[in-house]
């Protein structure tokens, strides 16, 4: 069983992110559903995430992550030199957590916001959840 990222699904970065992770998780190991969306909420209720959460969230064997954390388990199985960034689970998590909350403090400013969610290309709708 793979893993499932909750996103922030009108967030540009957010957005970007997602395609760099598809592009690089060769496995299709991850699926992905918009923090917006039913799938998630269904998600953070059964896994007992705080509704209104709105930072990255990872769900991975029973377990959830979110921020900084979410990104190091991301990082850690995705293809190429970008495993190496998972180094970055001995940076102390307040720290990481700082930097995270910068950029997502920010993260409209910085690189926009849509409207709607992202709307996936057919040969992805399989790695997108809608409902569960």
Do not use: H
Not at 9 to 27: A, E, M, W, Y
Not at 85 to 111: C, Q, S, T
């Amino acid at each position: 069983m793979g893993g499932i990222i909750l996103y922030d699904g009108v967030c540009n970065l957010c957005n970007q992110s997602v395609r760099f992770i598809i592009k690089r998780d060769t496995k299709s190991f991850y699926q992905f559903a918009s923090l917006q969306g039913k799938a998630a909420k269904k998600l953070l209720q059964r896994y007992q995430i705080p509704m209104g959460t709105s930072s990255l969230i990872v769900i991975e064997n029973g377990r959830w992550y979110q921020k900084s954390s979410a990104v190091l388990q991301i990082m850690k199985r995705l293809k190429g030199i970008w495993k190496l960034l998972a180094v970055g689970w001995f940076i102390p998590k307040k720290l990481r957590d700082r930097i995270y909350d910068l950029i997502a403090r920010n993260r409209y400013r910085w690189f926009g916001k849509n409207d709607r969610c992202m709307v996936p290309t057919p040969e992805l709708r399989n790695r997108f959840l809608d409902e569960l």
